[in-house]
């Protein structure tokens, strides 16, 4: 069965710093293009970065834009998430997807292989 699992959330310092892991089971995850989502209590699930197959193609929504990085580490069959400058407006439970399409990156409805995701909390 494919599917992710998300590790790395914590609860952390207003301007602090986390590194997510999304480690594929049952697929090679080199081969999809990979989002990176959160969704915050009483929300609806957000998308926040992708990454293309090759890694070369690489987007973010402006909120986490120059603080967020994304990254594939292909011998761990996984996608990081690597955060800084972290903020209250961060706090929710992170999430990755895939899709063969790069275009769909950032719809979730358009991602499969979803985990249960990784708890982020930023406190103030």
Excluded at 31 to 44: N, V
């Amino acid at each position: 069965q494919q599917q992710f699992e998300e590790t790395g959330g914590a609860l952390v310092q207003s301007g602090g710093s986390l590194r997510l892991s999304c480690r594929g089971s049952g697929f090679v995850v080199g081969d999809w293009h990979i989002g990176w989502f959160r969704q915050a209590p009483a929300k609806e699930r957000e998308w926040t970065s992708c990454i293309s197959a090759t890694g070369n193609l690489i987007k973010y929504t402006d909120s986490v834009r120059g603080r967020f990085t994304i990254s594939r580490d292909d011998a761990r069959n996984s996608v990081e998430l690597q955060m800084t400058g972290l903020k209250d407006s961060d706090t929710g439970r992170y999430f990755c997807a895939a899709t063969n399409q790069y275009s769909t990156c950032l719809k979730a409805p358009d991602l499969k292989w979803w985990g249960n995701g990784t708890l982020v909390t930023v406190s103030s």
